[in-house]
C-alpha cells in the first residue's frame, strides 16, 4: 500500500524559464517585471492547486546607491495579501528597507497532493517560485515533494499517486510555456531528473532506483552507478561544470586505485567526433581516456570518460589557503597552460580550486578542466550553466551566456588564484551578488603587487584583461 507523500528540506527538482529584459531599465522597474512574471507563474500552479501563495522571501539585497551587493542583510518575509506582488513589496521596501532592492525573490505557499485514498494533502511547500534577476530573468519552480515520482523517497513504487499528481504538474508546466511564450527547461539534481512533464527518479546501472536519504554515493558501493567493461565504480561527485559532472572512480579488479570519472551531457555530434576532440594533448592538461555510453538506467548523460590524476594529485582547493609564494608559482605553471592551449587555438574553460592539482610538494602538477569547450567543440543539446561550486566565469560567460574564450580563461585563473590564497571568492559567496558584482568589476581588493596583476585579470571588460602570456610573465616577475 502506498504511503503519504514526502517533502524533505532540500530542492529534488527544479524547472526554468528564462525572459530577456531590456538592456536599459531601471532597478526598480526591472523588480517590477520579475514580480509580474513570478505573479503569473503563481496564479497557473495557484489554479491547479498546486500552489496556494502565502508569503513573499525577499533576499540578496542590493544597495541602490552603491549598486552593489549586501549579503548581511537577513531576508524579509512579506505575507501575501488581496493585492498585487508589485503593491506588497514595494510597500515592504518603503517601510523597511529604503536604499535597498531584492534581486531574489520565492513564493511560498501550500499545495495539495492527491492521494489514491481518496484523502488529499496539503502540503507546506510542495512547489516554490523563485525568481531571480540577472541579465536575463529566471523564474524557476522548484519541488522538495516526491509525489510526481513513480517511486517515493524510499525507493518503494507509488504508481497510484504519481498517474493521479504528474499530470496535473506537467499540465500546469505546459501552460506556464504557452501562456508566458517561452521554454520551460527541466533542471536535474543528484536527486531527480527534471523534464518538461515532470520529474523522474534517478536509477543505477542495475536498475534499482536511487533512494536520496544520503548526500553522497559511497565508494565500495556496488550497486551504484557503474560502466560496462572495464566496470568502474563511481562514488562521490566532486564538482560539476557547464554540462558535465565530475565523480571519484574506483576500478573494480583496483580499488585501491583511484580516478576521475566525468559524466557528460549529450553533445550533439556523433561519438567519434567526441572520441577525436579527446584526443587533444595540451602540456599540463591531464588527458582524457574514452570510455563510452553508461549502461541504460543511469543518470541521463550520453557519453561517459575518464581520466587518471598525475601520481598523489590532489586539488589546490583542499589544502586552501596557500602562501603567496605558493599560489604565484601555481599561476604562472597555469599560465604558460594557458598559452600553450590559446596558441592552438583551444579554450580552456572550467579553470577554479577544484580543477587544479597538486603533487605531493604542493606544486602545479595538472590542470583537469572539463568545461564543454575541451570536451567537445559543438554545442550541447542541453546548454547553460549546471554547477554546483561557485563560479569563477566572467560577465560575458556568467551573465550573458556567451561562450568563454581566451579571456574568460585568464578571468578564472586570477578569480581561482585570490580564492587560493586569501580562502575567499573575490567577487563574494552567494550566486547573485557575484554576478552583479562581476558586472561593475567591483571585487575584494587584494593588496601589494599581486593585488594589481588580479586586478587586472578580472576586469569586468574582456579586452582589458592581460593575454595568458601576458599573465604569464608578470606572475614570472613575482615569482
Known amino acids: 500500500m502506498e504511503g503519504s507523500a514526502v517533502i524533505i528540506t532540500q530542492t529534488l527538482a527544479s524547472w526554468m524559464a528564462r525572459f530577456q529584459r531590456p538592456s536599459t531599465v531601471s532597478q526598480e522597474d526591472d523588480l517590477r517585471r520579475l514580480l509580474a512574471l513570478c505573479e503569473r507563474v503563481a496564479g497557473i500552479l495557484s489554479e491547479a492547486d498546486l500552489l496556494k501563495p502565502s508569503d513573499l522571501w525577499l533576499y540578496d539585497w542590493l544597495e541602490i546607491a552603491s549598486d552593489r551587493g549586501d549579503a548581511t542583510r537577513p531576508k524579509a518575509i512579506v505575507p501575501i495579501q488581496d493585492e498585487s506582488f508589485e503593491t506588497i513589496v514595494f510597500r515592504e521596501l518603503a517601510s523597511n528597507h529604503r536604499g535597498f532592492l531584492p534581486l531574489a525573490i520565492q513564493v511560498r505557499g501550500r499545495g495539495t497532493v492527491l492521494e489514491s485514498s481518496g484523502v488529499d494533502r496539503v502540503l507546506d511547500d510542495a512547489l516554490v517560485v523563485e525568481g ?8 524557476h519552480v522548484n519541488t522538495s515533494c516526491d509525489a510526481w515520482m513513480t517511486h517515493d523517497l524510499m525507493g518503494m513504487p507509488q504508481p497510484g499517486r504519481h498517474e493521479l499528481n504528474a499530470p496535473r504538474l506537467a499540465a500546469a508546466l505546459a501552460r506556464i510555456a504557452r501562456e508566458l511564450q517561452v521554454p520551460v527547461e527541466g533542471e536535474s539534481t543528484k536527486r531527480a531528473i527534471a523534464h518538461p512533464d515532470g520529474v523522474a527518479n534517478l536509477t543505477f546501472a542495475d536498475g534499482g532506483v536511487f533512494v536520496p536519504n544520503f548526500d553522497e554515493l559511497t565508494e565500495g558501493d556496488y550497486s551504484s552507478l557503474t560502466l560496462d567493461y572495464p566496470r568502474y565504480v563511481i562514488g562521490a561527485r566532486l564538482r560539476s561544470g557547464a554540462g558535465d559532472e565530475v565523480r571519484e572512480g574506483y576500478a573494480i579488479q583496483k ?4 580516478v576521475l570519472i566525468t559524466l557528460a551531457q549529450g553533445h550533439t555530434e556523433p561519438f567519434d567526433a567526441l572520441k577525436e576532440a579527446l584526443a587533444l594533448d595540451v602540456p599540463g592538461i591531464a588527458p582524457l581516456r574514452w570510455l563510452g555510453e553508461p549502461n541504460p538506467g543511469c543518470i541521463p548523460y550520453a557519453a561517459a570518460l575518464i581520466e587518471e590524476l598525475p601520481p598523489g594529485g590532489r586539488s589546490a582547493a583542499s589544502i586552501a589557503p596557500l602562501s603567496e609564494s605558493q599560489a604565484i608559482a601555481i599561476g604562472a605553471a597555469c599560465a604558460n597552460v594557458l598559452v600553450s592551449a590559446h596558441a592552438g587555438g583551444l579554450v580552456v574553460g572550467g579553470i577554479c580550486p577544484e580543477t587544479i592539482y597538486l603533487d605531493e610538494a604542493g606544486g602545479f602538477a595538472a590542470l583537469v578542466p572539463r568545461g564543454p569547450q575541451f570536451i567537445a567543440r559543438a554545442p550541447q543539446r542541453t546548454p ?28 578564472a585563473l586570477c578569480a581561482t588564484l585570490q580564492t587560493l590564497v586569501t580562502g575567499r571568492h ?10 552583479q558584482r562581476v558586472l561593475v568589476g567591483a571585487p575584494d581588493a587584494y593588496p601589494g603587487e599581486l593585488g594589481k596583476i588580479l586586478a587586472r585579470g578580472l576586469a569586468a571588460q574582456p579586452e582589458l584583461r592581460p593575454t595568458a602570456p601576458a599573465l604569464a610573465a608578470l606572475l614570472r616577475t613575482l615569482h
Open 384 to 411: 547553460g550553466l549546471r554547477s554546483y561550486q561557485v563560479p569563477y566565469e566572467g560577465h560575458e560567460v556568467l551573465a550573458l551566456g556567451k561562450p568563454g574564450g581566451a579571456a574568460n580563461d585568464v578571468f
Open 426 to 435: 573575490p567577487f563574494g559567496s552567494e550566486f547573485p551578488q557575484i554576478m
Open 132 to 139: 531571480g534577476r540577472m541579465e536575463v530573468h529566471r523564474v
Open 255 to 258: 580499488l585501491g586505485v583511484r
